[in-house]
């Protein structure tokens, strides 16, 4: 991948892995999504494209919502009179208590089968990986010999008081499993039947029977107020994102956002719920004799009235539609229109399209697949010249087959777009967020929304942003297909942008100076770097404050530099050297991405050496080198960089701080024999320690685990288990109060964390946190926050790699200090310091001992910012160390164990 291109996608909305981006019709593009979006994601396509009920959205562990803020829809109602209280007693040998509890995640276990009135009984699964507390429904399945199945799961509200009390084997459960009907289909419920096992002392039966009790109102509260339907979610929660809008960023909509927002306030409910299910379809065309939803009774009035207020597109076999919609449209459109809606035919339908409509050549081309069918059936329609107009026949042979066919308007589809991008700042998040909270698929951390400037200064500005992310979805989609053409054509608007100065003229509110203080001594101010040349046609108008740093970054220019990173390395790949200087010297004479600028000095310097400029290159370096944003690894290779470069004749005085740049690690070398080499992936196999195949670092694993290697437990994790430890110990700090850092219920973290802000607007408490961790105090702060927080999203949290005992006992052996300095170093330059950890982190519980192994192997060297982070870890007394995995078929090196370094 080019080097810019990872950060190109987070910025349209892609992170790791594909989904059709909702609203785009089905030549909408794949985006690829972190992980907490990838689910709300899967929810939606369960809940509307599949016109799912709430039980098969409910989690197949029983989870519920879990509401990080008041939202719309959201209300947990309190328990009514409805529950009947028993009397307390004590729950002794041979008590038993009846109460009727849903039963949710039915869909996920679609092979058993049951009647009304069958018994079933319930089992715990600690193992869960979506419930620690989450409890089966299991039954005997009529239709497969009585053999037991799975057939749902107890809610997680009801499953939190029974767990307990079925792991201490104090109660079993059984029940039997009944059916109602409501709008959304079936409905599953359990009467259960608790009984005492065993005689149980006073105070365990008073408990027992607490939690009898809780479970039981927590049943009926669910009962008594199911979730509501997805469409109502939606519709309300819609609402919400609506009014936000319109009370901090109304000065941002169009007239046409305006008209929408009234449109779509005059509609029904069920209108409106029709509406948004089709926004979040992949579409864009729709059978209306397909669309079916428990919540619109009447599916021809909604239709109607979405018409009569301009929202939709109907098109209907001889009322006249087609042809208006053709006349109406762009010639240079049509022909997009006819694949549109071909592609909502079948391949049966395709091939009646073509034996009635096409002659006998395509006739014998149609026993193929529905891919190549479709192509046949599009040549076959727009080859219809004898027809006038070409396009209204040929629209009129689909909707023959198809019936009415509707699709939003794409000025509703872009209010909307424009809604949620304000809303969530976020290109990877839309409205489905919303269900992933209501249905439990997510949650979300508690935090206060605290909204006092808006991302945009003008609407001229969002317009420009949303024209340069639509630029950087050309741009990603051209790279996707390896087309470079069409990535050249287009980073043309990036370039032209640049030559005008826009990336000259954003400014922004320094951390110290948004606090009204000065920068301690010997930080950075976080200034933009070419500040002096900031003219009056800067982006912020004078009469208008300038944003902080981390809001800055929503504007045009911001990401037009974002795409030039990329486009100066297709540049580079390409060897047009010469252009690349060009365009570095530029984008280095802005004030776009400050944090980007070591990595353009390093390019600038290597470009150089490329066209023979070798004096120039030293004098970039030597300038490079007073440049406040110049950090860590990419200030170290410029050192290094200096110091190849500036031998005698060129410079004959070395700096004072050659020594420290040239400082080699620690290094230890082992042997391996290699069995496999992938030359196009650079990727070589090694026999392990256990016979099996492996690869370089988990042989290393294996060597430090031995007693020769020092017997150490260990993981290869990189920088993923300090992530998670830091955000574990410092997640109070995250999370505290903070001005715009949080804008929306839906963040896995403060929008300034990887930025120069964060640090300056929590000082005091980030130097509080990092005393505790000094003095001793990570392991409780951990099990705390894991305790409280668990399964709840934060950036850098996978809840999945390593346990809560693992982690304690990490932490335990990394000591105070080290540990402090860590999250010192995170905390001061997140971003800058995400990368490069050592891959193995390694512990000893029985010396309480921690190490970090960087492993490489035979033709592998350190990267610069490999290299600032042994040199950080070494300075907070880390043991740190460089391991040479060697090639020990190879007759080069001795085999024998060897160090090096002090």
């Given at each position: 991948m080019l080097r810019g291109h990872q950060s190109l996608q987070q910025l349209i909305g892609k992170s790791s892995r594909t989904r059709r981006a909702p609203g785009t019709g089905n030549k909408g593009k794949r985006a690829r999504l972190a992980p907490e979006d990838r689910t709300c994601h899967v929810l939606t396509d369960k809940l509307l494209n599949e016109g799912g009920s709430q039980e098969s959205v409910l989690g197949s562990d029983g989870s519920q919502p879990h509401l990080p803020l008041p939202l719309p829809c959201a209300k947990v109602p309190q328990p009514s009179s409805g529950v009947s209280p028993q009397p307390d007693k004590p729950f002794v040998n041979g008590s038993t208590m009846d109460f009727e509890c849903p039963v949710v995640g039915l869909r996920h276990h679609s092979r058993a089968t049951c009647s009304d009135g069958c018994s079933a009984w319930l089992s715990r699964h600690p193992d869960n990986l979506k419930d620690r507390n989450a409890i089966q429904v299991t039954v005997d399945d009529i239709d497969n010999e009585g053999e037991c199945c799975a057939f749902g799961h107890i809610p997680a509200q009801v499953a939190s008081e029974l767990a307990g009390i079925m792991d201490d084997g104090l109660v079993t459960i059984s029940g039997i499993i009944r059916f109602q009907a409501n709008g959304n289909g079936r409905r599953a419920t359990m009467t259960l039947h608790a009984v005492a096992r065993e005689c149980i002392a006073n105070d365990k039966a008073a408990k027992v029977h607490k939690m009898l009790r809780q479970a039981q109102t927590a049943a009926s509260l669910l009962l008594s107020h199911p979730p509501p339907p997805a469409s109502e979610c939606l519709r309300s929660n819609f609402a919400f994102v609506l009014e936000s809008v319109l009370l901090h960023d109304c000065h941002l909509l169009?007239?046409?956002?305006?008209?929408?927002?009234?449109?779509?306030?005059?509609?029904?409910?069920?209108?409106?719920?029709?509406?948004?299910?089709?926004?979040?379809?992949?579409?864009?065309?729709?059978?209306?004799?397909?669309?079916?939803?428990?919540?619109?009774?009447?599916?021809?009035?909604?239709?109607?009235?979405?018409?009569?207020?301009?929202?939709?597109?109907?098109?209907?076999?001889?009322?006249?539609?087609?042809?208006?919609?053709?006349?109406?449209?762009?010639?240079?459109?049509?022909?997009?229109?006819?694949?549109?809606?071909?592609?909502i035919l079948t391949a049966p339908e395709l091939q009646l399209m073509l034996a009635s409509v096409g002659d006998g050549n395509i006739r014998s081309k149609s026993r193929c697949g529905r891919q190549q069918l479709a192509i046949n059936a599009i040549e076959m329609l727009q080859s219809l010249e004898s027809q006038a107009p070409v396009a209204v026949p040929s629209i009129s042979h689909v909707v023959a087959l198809t019936g009415p066919c509707l699709r939003l308007q794409d000025s509703a589809r872009a209010t909307v777009a424009r809604l949620q991008r304000l809303f969530f700042l976020n290109e990877s998040q839309d409205l489905s967020s919303f269900l992933a909270v209501e249905y439990g698929a997510i949650k979300w951390p508690h935090y206060n929304v605290n909204v006092a400037h808006s991302a945009f200064t003008t609407q001229e500005h969002l317009m420009q942003y949303e024209e340069a992310i639509g630029h950087a979805q050309v741009l990603d989609d051209a790279l996707e297909i390896d087309d470079m053409d069409a990535a050249e054509a287009a980073l043309e608007p990036v370039w032209r942008s640049i030559r005008n100065g826009d990336h000259k003229r954003v400014a922004w509110t320094s951390p110290h100076e948004a606090l009204g203080e000065e920068p301690p001594a010997g930080t950075c101010p976080s200034r933009p770097p070419n500040e002096a040349n900031l003219t009056a046609q800067c982006s912020v108008h004078a009469n208008q404050p300038k944003p902080p740093l981390f809001l800055a970054r929503f504007c045009s220019a911001w990401v037009h530099v974002g795409m030039a990173t990329v486009g100066v390395s297709i540049l580079e790949k390409r060897r047009q050297y010469r252009q690349a200087v060009e365009h570095l010297r530029s984008l280095l004479g802005g004030n776009c991405c400050p944090s980007r600028r070591g990595y353009w000095w390093n390019r600038l310097a290597v470009n150089l050496e490329h066209i023979g400029r070798h004096d120039e290159a030293l004098e970039c370096c030597e300038t490079a080198l007073a440049d406040e944003w110049l950090r860590h690894g990419d200030k170290l290779g410029i050192q290094r960089r200096i110091l190849r470069l500036g031998k005698p004749p060129r410079r004959w005085r070395r700096p004072a701080w050659a020594p420290i740049a040239m400082q080699e690690p620690r290094e230890v070398q082992i042997w391996a024999t290699p069995v496999t080499i992938n030359v196009t992936m650079g990727k070589t196999r090694y026999i392990g320690l256990d016979g099996e195949y492996c690869n370089v670092e988990e042989f290393a694993l294996q060597h430090y685990a031995t007693e020769q290697g020092g017997g150490w437990r260990g993981c290869h994790?990189?920088?993923?288990?300090?992530?998670?430890?830091?955000?574990?110990?410092?997640?109070?700090?995250?999370?505290?109060?903070?001005?715009?850092?949080?804008?929306?219920p839906f963040q896995s973290a403060p929008l300034d964390l990887d930025t120069d802000a964060f640090y300056p607007s929590r000082r005091s408490a980030i130097e509080a946190r990092l005393a505790v961790l000094r003095s001793g105090g990570g392991?409780?702060?951990?099990?705390?926050?894991?305790?409280?927080?668990?399964?709840?999203?934060?950036?850098?949290?996978?809840?999945?790699?390593?346990?809560l005992d693992e982690l304690v006992e990490i932490v335990g052996c990394i000591g105070g200090p080290g540990l402090a300095e860590v999250c010192r170093l995170l905390a001061e330059d997140h971003k800058g310091w995400s990368g490069g950890m050592p891959d193995l982190l390694l512990w000893n519980p029985s010396t309480t001992r921690a190490k970090l192994a960087e492993v490489k192997g035979p033709r592998d060297r350190l990267s610069d910012q490999q290299r600032a982070w042994i040199a950080a870890l070494t300075a907070a007394g880390m043991e740190v160390e460089v391991c040479k995995v060697l090639d020990a078929t190879s007759s080069s090196t001795p085999k024998k164990r060897r160090q090096k370094g002090a």
């Amino acid at each position: 991948m080019l080097r810019g291109h990872q950060s190109l996608q987070q910025l349209i909305g892609k992170s790791s892995r594909t989904r059709r981006a909702p609203g785009t019709g089905n030549k909408g593009k794949r985006a690829r999504l972190a992980p907490e979006d990838r689910t709300c994601h899967v929810l939606t396509d369960k809940l509307l494209n599949e016109g799912g009920s709430q039980e098969s959205v409910l989690g197949s562990d029983g989870s519920q919502p879990h509401l990080p803020l008041p939202l719309p829809c959201a209300k947990v109602p309190q328990p009514s009179s409805g529950v009947s209280p028993q009397p307390d007693k004590p729950f002794v040998n041979g008590s038993t208590m009846d109460f009727e509890c849903p039963v949710v995640g039915l869909r996920h276990h679609s092979r058993a089968t049951c009647s009304d009135g069958c018994s079933a009984w319930l089992s715990r699964h600690p193992d869960n990986l979506k419930d620690r507390n989450a409890i089966q429904v299991t039954v005997d399945d009529i239709d497969n010999e009585g053999e037991c199945c799975a057939f749902g799961h107890i809610p997680a509200q009801v499953a939190s008081e029974l767990a307990g009390i079925m792991d201490d084997g104090l109660v079993t459960i059984s029940g039997i499993i009944r059916f109602q009907a409501n709008g959304n289909g079936r409905r599953a419920t359990m009467t259960l039947h608790a009984v005492a096992r065993e005689c149980i002392a006073n105070d365990k039966a008073a408990k027992v029977h607490k939690m009898l009790r809780q479970a039981q109102t927590a049943a009926s509260l669910l009962l008594s107020h199911p979730p509501p339907p997805a469409s109502e979610c939606l519709r309300s929660n819609f609402a919400f994102v609506l009014e936000s809008v319109l009370l901090h960023d109304c000065h941002l909509l169009s007239a046409n956002d305006l008209t929408f927002s009234q449109s779509f306030k005059l509609l029904s409910h069920p209108s409106q719920c029709l509406f948004l299910r089709l926004f979040l379809r992949k579409g864009p065309w729709f059978r209306v004799n397909s669309l079916r939803y428990a919540e619109v009774s009447d599916m021809a009035a909604c239709i109607q009235e979405l018409a009569q207020q301009d929202l939709v597109t109907l098109v209907d076999k001889g009322s006249g539609t087609a042809k208006t919609l053709c006349h109406s449209m762009e010639d240079s459109k049509i022909p997009s229109l006819i694949e549109e809606l071909v592609g909502i035919l079948t391949a049966p339908e395709l091939q009646l399209m073509l034996a009635s409509v096409g002659d006998g050549n395509i006739r014998s081309k149609s026993r193929c697949g529905r891919q190549q069918l479709a192509i046949n059936a599009i040549e076959m329609l727009q080859s219809l010249e004898s027809q006038a107009p070409v396009a209204v026949p040929s629209i009129s042979h689909v909707v023959a087959l198809t019936g009415p066919c509707l699709r939003l308007q794409d000025s509703a589809r872009a209010t909307v777009a424009r809604l949620q991008r304000l809303f969530f700042l976020n290109e990877s998040q839309d409205l489905s967020s919303f269900l992933a909270v209501e249905y439990g698929a997510i949650k979300w951390p508690h935090y206060n929304v605290n909204v006092a400037h808006s991302a945009f200064t003008t609407q001229e500005h969002l317009m420009q942003y949303e024209e340069a992310i639509g630029h950087a979805q050309v741009l990603d989609d051209a790279l996707e297909i390896d087309d470079m053409d069409a990535a050249e054509a287009a980073l043309e608007p990036v370039w032209r942008s640049i030559r005008n100065g826009d990336h000259k003229r954003v400014a922004w509110t320094s951390p110290h100076e948004a606090l009204g203080e000065e920068p301690p001594a010997g930080t950075c101010p976080s200034r933009p770097p070419n500040e002096a040349n900031l003219t009056a046609q800067c982006s912020v108008h004078a009469n208008q404050p300038k944003p902080p740093l981390f809001l800055a970054r929503f504007c045009s220019a911001w990401v037009h530099v974002g795409m030039a990173t990329v486009g100066v390395s297709i540049l580079e790949k390409r060897r047009q050297y010469r252009q690349a200087v060009e365009h570095l010297r530029s984008l280095l004479g802005g004030n776009c991405c400050p944090s980007r600028r070591g990595y353009w000095w390093n390019r600038l310097a290597v470009n150089l050496e490329h066209i023979g400029r070798h004096d120039e290159a030293l004098e970039c370096c030597e300038t490079a080198l007073a440049d406040e944003w110049l950090r860590h690894g990419d200030k170290l290779g410029i050192q290094r960089r200096i110091l190849r470069l500036g031998k005698p004749p060129r410079r004959w005085r070395r700096p004072a701080w050659a020594p420290i740049a040239m400082q080699e690690p620690r290094e230890v070398q082992i042997w391996a024999t290699p069995v496999t080499i992938n030359v196009t992936m650079g990727k070589t196999r090694y026999i392990g320690l256990d016979g099996e195949y492996c690869n370089v670092e988990e042989f290393a694993l294996q060597h430090y685990a031995t007693e020769q290697g020092g017997g150490w437990r260990g993981c290869h994790s990189e920088n993923g288990v300090w992530a998670t430890i830091f955000s574990l110990v410092m997640w109070d700090v995250l999370f505290s109060d903070v001005p715009d850092v949080f804008r929306t219920p839906f963040q896995s973290a403060p929008l300034d964390l990887d930025t120069d802000a964060f640090y300056p607007s929590r000082r005091s408490a980030i130097e509080a946190r990092l005393a505790v961790l000094r003095s001793g105090g990570g392991r409780e702060l951990l099990a705390s926050t894991w305790e409280d927080n668990f399964e709840v999203a934060c950036q850098g949290i996978n809840w999945r790699w390593h346990g809560l005992d693992e982690l304690v006992e990490i932490v335990g052996c990394i000591g105070g200090p080290g540990l402090a300095e860590v999250c010192r170093l995170l905390a001061e330059d997140h971003k800058g310091w995400s990368g490069g950890m050592p891959d193995l982190l390694l512990w000893n519980p029985s010396t309480t001992r921690a190490k970090l192994a960087e492993v490489k192997g035979p033709r592998d060297r350190l990267s610069d910012q490999q290299r600032a982070w042994i040199a950080a870890l070494t300075a907070a007394g880390m043991e740190v160390e460089v391991c040479k995995v060697l090639d020990a078929t190879s007759s080069s090196t001795p085999k024998k164990r060897r160090q090096k370094g002090a």
